[in-house]
């Protein structure tokens, strides 16, 4: 029987055909892939024919097609359906695809071509795209020690293999600690929460098979408890285990894979010849330099401990006035936050919560996308990977743009985090191909028969996650590689930031945000306090992050340190962290830093990004508002359809006219002076 990954898919617009599918096929189809694309490349490296660009890069551009299948298959399922079998699976794939990585990496014939056809480049008549591609690629075979011979090279091999053995192991150590822990609530712990919070405790306990209401280390779950829960011991006990993963000890322990990960980057990039990772990694990325990295998050830093701090000692006056004792710790912040809101803006999320469902919010989102650039969404009855995701097709003028694909709800099995990726990224050349994307969140799964409600950050997280699939769709160039969201770490999260942007339009709202229960559009009143408290609580939220961003920036800058949590200590001291606030994402549990390279010394990336879609948005409000036509045209044509085939400075440039200054993003967050 064919194994169903490696047969034609016969299938509505290319979708993996899911039902088909089991796990037992997914390793023999990677080894025949594996060949199969090493065989395509070996017969471009020996080619009797001198290097051109078709019979070398784009050659290569076309070549491992039943790879790309098996791989975006199944990393997309590991990563939002996980279990034993394809956790093992990763296990076993990272170092065999390291090793076919480094094999043609380091194809000396191979890389010969490329070098000739680099050097011979202003003579080949290639369009503005082929040449980006033939410096993409080029740079690309140098940055991974396509150059590097004897010893070096063979060394360059074993510490990238040792890198993605690592990255595994901590994305599934992260995984098993947080399916690991919940907490049993009984009935008197229930006081002081909102319904929304109770139903998703319970139906949290229902899906764990659990007697009564759990909660579990879901932030869809955890921070709503965080939130409203009047009990400090709870509280506590919650956010304690919250920030411990990772760091639990045991076999999920992912402190000494960090250090470990951190000394071989540190030796990938001085095989290299840069002084250390983070120079190695920003070279390429818009900031350019740590300095500049470092000088961006500094100006940032300042206003917002100052308003941090400020916020921070009105809430220690109302802990006082409780008859709890100081200070204010971080298991108290949101608790009082909260209060704080309501006191300030007579706002609260269980009054605001009812008025977002998901599925409103999805209209809402799909809504804006057809104003803007025409799309439409019509729903589609295919079999996907697991039953809670839904899929859509995207046409303009009954054209087909793409295949959407939607996975909401928290699972066990799911990595924790939202994220956009591709089943099959757009390309017109060698062979056409359409994008099928998915957007994967974590929401509270409501009881049975029951809506779906999201919190006003689920809501945002949503509209982020769909500004990125937006990149993707939108996406019109000739070559898969620089595609959709394969752009600069920096700029990726400008279409995402942007799009947020949307949900807090007035009139976006007061269309979508009715009532789970009576229809009820939200009052004009309820509208105006959500707007006047976008940036409540600001000073939090920017402090936990940027400390994040220093700390991964230190962290690859310099000598790699033999104790991470001692610098994480150290550099988080020297620049005054607030008491009552913790990085956001700790050490242990920084995915986005040691699940893999991608935000490496570039977790500093969204706050970059943020400057640009500031002073975005404000391009749509100058001309004639938030759905301007012509700024909408603009926005395609320059940055959404361009993908990385140009310079992401230069795209930017041509949308807006001028760089932004960083007065844009302290103004959107309400710290300026």
Same mark, same amino acid.
């Given at each position: !029987?064919?194994?169903?990954?490696?047969?034609?898919?016969?299938?509505?617009?290319?979708?993996?055909?899911?039902?088909?599918?089991?796990?037992?096929?997914?390793?023999?189809?990677?080894?025949?892939?594996?060949?199969?694309?090493?065989?395509?490349?070996?017969?471009?490296?020996?080619? =009797?024919?001198?290097?051109?660009?078709?019979?070398?890069?784009?050659? &290569?551009?076309?070549?491992?097609?039943?790879?790309?299948?098996?791989?975006?298959?199944?990393?997309?399922?590991?990563?939002?359906?996980?279990?034993?079998?394809?956790?093992?699976? @990763?296990?076993?794939?990272?170092?065999?695809?390291?090793?076919?990585?480094?094999?043609?990496?380091?194809?000396?014939?191979?890389?010969?071509?490329?070098?000739?056809?680099?050097?011979?480049?202003?003579?080949?008549?290639?369009?503005?795209?082929?040449?980006?591609?033939?410096?993409?690629?080029?740079?690309?075979?140098?940055?991974?020690?396509?150059?590097?011979?004897?010893?070096?090279?063979?060394? &360059?091999?074993?510490?990238?293999?040792?890198?993605?053995?690592?990255?595994?192991?901590?994305?599934?150590?992260?995984?098993?600690?947080?399916?690991?822990?919940?907490?049993?609530? *009984?009935?008197?712990?229930?006081?002081?929460?909102?319904?929304?919070?109770?139903?998703?405790?319970?139906?949290?306990?229902?899906?764990?098979?659990?007697?009564?209401?759990?909660?579990?280390?879901?932030?869809?779950?955890?921070?709503?408890?965080?939130?409203?829960?009047?009990?400090?011991?709870?509280?506590?006990?919650?956010?304690?285990?919250?920030?411990?993963?990772?760091?639990? /000890?045991?076999?999920?322990? %992912?402190?000494?894979?960090?250090?470990?990960?951190?000394?071989?980057?540190?030796?990938?990039?001085?095989? $290299?010849?840069?002084?250390?990772?983070?120079?190695?990694?920003?070279?390429?990325?818009?900031?350019?330099? =740590?300095?500049?990295?470092?000088?961006?998050?500094?100006?940032?830093?300042?206003?917002?401990?100052?308003?941090?701090?400020?916020?921070?000692?009105?809430?220690?006056?109302?802990?006082?006035?409780?008859?709890?004792?100081?200070?204010?710790?971080?298991?108290?912040?949101?608790?009082?936050?909260?209060?704080?809101?309501?006191?300030?803006?007579?706002?609260?999320?269980?009054?605001?919560?009812?008025?977002?469902?998901?599925?409103?919010?999805?209209?809402?989102?799909?809504?804006?996308? @057809?104003?803007?650039?025409?799309?439409?969404?019509?729903?589609?009855?295919?079999?996907?990977?697991?039953?809670?995701?839904?899929?859509?097709?995207?046409?303009? %003028?009954?054209?087909?743009?793409?295949?959407?694909?939607?996975?909401?709800?928290?699972?066990?099995?799911?990595?924790?985090?939202?994220?956009?990726?591709?089943?099959?990224?757009?390309?017109?050349?060698?062979?056409?191909?359409?994008?099928?994307?998915? %957007?994967?969140? %974590?929401?509270?799964?409501?009881?049975?028969?029951?809506?779906?409600?999201?919190?006003?950050?689920?809501?945002?997280?949503?509209?982020?996650?769909?500004?990125?699939?937006?990149? @993707? &769709?939108?996406?019109?160039?000739?070559? /898969?590689?620089?595609? *959709?969201?394969?752009? +600069?770490?920096?700029?990726?999260?400008?279409?995402? @930031? $942007?799009?947020?942007?949307?949900?807090?339009?007035?009139?976006?709202?007061?269309?979508?945000?009715?009532?789970?229960?009576?229809?009820?559009?939200?009052?004009?009143?309820?509208?105006?306090?959500?707007?006047?408290?976008?940036?409540?609580? !600001?000073?939090?939220?920017?402090?936990?992050?940027?400390?994040?961003?220093?700390?991964?920036?230190?962290?690859?800058?310099?000598?790699?340190?033999?104790?991470?949590?001692?610098?994480?200590?150290?550099?988080?001291?020297?620049?005054?962290?607030?008491?009552?606030?913790? !990085?956001?994402?700790?050490?242990?549990?920084?995915?986005?830093?040691?699940?893999?390279?991608?935000?490496?010394?570039?977790?500093?990336?969204?706050?970059?990004?943020?400057? &640009?879609?500031?002073? +975005?948005?404000?391009?749509?409000?100058?001309?004639?508002?938030?759905?301007?036509?012509?700024? +909408?045209?603009?926005?395609?044509?320059?940055? $959404?359809?361009?993908?990385?085939?140009?310079?992401?400075?230069?795209?930017?440039?041509?949308?807006?006219?001028?760089?932004?200054?960083?007065?844009?993003?302290?103004?959107?967050? *309400?710290?300026?002076?």
């Amino acid at each position: !029987m064919t194994n169903p990954l490696l047969a034609e898919w016969d299938t509505p617009f290319g979708l993996a055909p899911f039902d088909r599918i089991s796990d037992d096929d997914y390793a023999p189809a990677l080894e025949i892939a594996l060949k199969e694309h090493m065989a395509e490349i070996e017969a471009i490296a020996d080619n =009797p024919e001198p290097p051109t660009f078709a019979n070398t890069i784009e050659a &290569m551009e076309g070549a491992g097609e039943a790879l790309d299948k098996v791989l975006g298959t199944f990393y997309n399922v590991s990563g939002a359906d996980s279990n034993d079998a394809r956790q093992a699976m @990763q296990r076993d794939f990272s170092p065999k695809l390291s090793a076919h990585s480094s094999a043609i990496y380091s194809n000396e014939a191979l890389f010969a071509r490329v070098r000739d056809l680099w050097e011979r480049k202003d003579a080949l008549g290639l369009s503005e795209e082929e040449a980006r591609v033939l410096m993409l690629t080029h740079r690309g075979f140098v940055r991974a020690g396509a150059a590097l011979t004897g010893e070096a090279a063979e060394r &360059m091999k074993e510490v990238k293999a040792r890198l993605a053995v690592l990255g595994t192991s901590f994305t599934q150590n992260l995984l098993k600690d947080e399916a690991a822990w919940m907490m049993d609530l *009984g009935e008197a712990d229930l006081n002081g929460l909102p319904v929304f919070v109770v139903d998703a405790a319970r139906s949290a306990g229902e899906a764990a098979g659990r007697p009564g209401p759990v909660v579990t280390l879901s932030r869809s779950l955890i921070v709503p408890f965080l939130q409203f829960s009047p009990d400090r011991a709870l509280r506590e006990k919650a956010w304690r285990a919250w920030t411990a993963r990772g760091e639990n /000890g045991g076999e999920t322990d %992912n402190r000494a894979a960090a250090a470990e990960t951190l000394k071989l980057r540190e030796e990938r990039a001085k095989l $290299l010849g840069y002084p250390d990772f983070a120079h190695y990694k920003l070279e390429t990325e818009m900031a350019g330099t =740590p300095e500049a990295v470092r000088g961006l998050l500094m100006d940032v830093w300042g206003p917002a401990k100052a308003a941090a701090l400020s916020d921070a000692a009105e809430m220690e006056a109302m802990l006082m006035a409780d008859g709890l004792s100081a200070p204010l710790e971080p298991w108290d912040w949101r608790y009082y936050a909260e209060k704080r809101r309501k006191a300030l803006h007579d706002l609260d999320e269980a009054e605001l919560k009812p008025y977002l469902q998901l599925d409103r919010m999805i209209e809402a989102a799909f809504s804006c996308a @057809q104003r803007l650039f025409g799309l439409e969404f019509a729903p589609l009855d295919v079999p996907l990977y697991h039953p809670d995701c839904r899929a859509w097709q995207v046409t303009r %003028n009954g054209e087909h743009v793409a295949v959407f694909i939607g996975d909401y709800f928290a699972r066990a099995s799911k990595r924790s985090g939202a994220w956009c990726s591709a089943f099959q990224s757009q390309a017109k050349r060698p062979v056409a191909k359409a994008p099928i994307v998915v %957007n994967v969140c %974590n929401f509270a799964k409501p009881s049975a028969g029951k809506p779906a409600l999201l919190s006003y950050d689920d809501a945002r997280t949503l509209f982020h996650e769909f500004g990125h699939a937006l990149h @993707q &769709m939108l996406s019109d160039v000739e070559f /898969g590689s620089v595609s *959709g969201t394969s752009v +600069a770490r920096d700029f990726v999260e400008l279409p995402s @930031q $942007l799009y947020e942007h949307w949900l807090e339009v007035p009139e976006v709202l007061s269309e979508f945000a009715t009532h789970a229960e009576t229809g009820e559009v939200m009052p004009e009143a309820l509208l105006e306090k959500v707007l006047k408290a976008a940036t409540f609580d !600001m000073g939090f939220q920017t402090v936990e992050y940027v400390a994040s961003a220093l700390v991964d920036l230190e962290f690859h800058s310099g000598p790699a340190p033999a104790d991470p949590m001692q610098k994480q200590a150290e550099v988080l001291e020297g620049i005054g962290m607030p008491h009552a606030i913790t !990085m956001r994402h700790a050490t242990p549990h920084f995915a986005h830093v040691f699940a893999g390279d991608g935000y490496s010394s570039g977790y500093y990336s969204y706050m970059w990004s943020e400057v &640009m879609d500031a002073d +975005a948005f404000a391009a749509f409000e100058e001309a004639g508002g938030p759905f301007d036509p012509e700024m +909408a045209k603009r926005l395609e044509g320059f940055i $959404l359809s361009k993908g990385g085939s140009e310079e992401a400075a230069d795209l930017y440039m041509q949308f807006r006219g001028k760089m932004p200054q960083v007065d844009a993003l302290l103004k959107g967050r *309400g710290l300026a002076a």
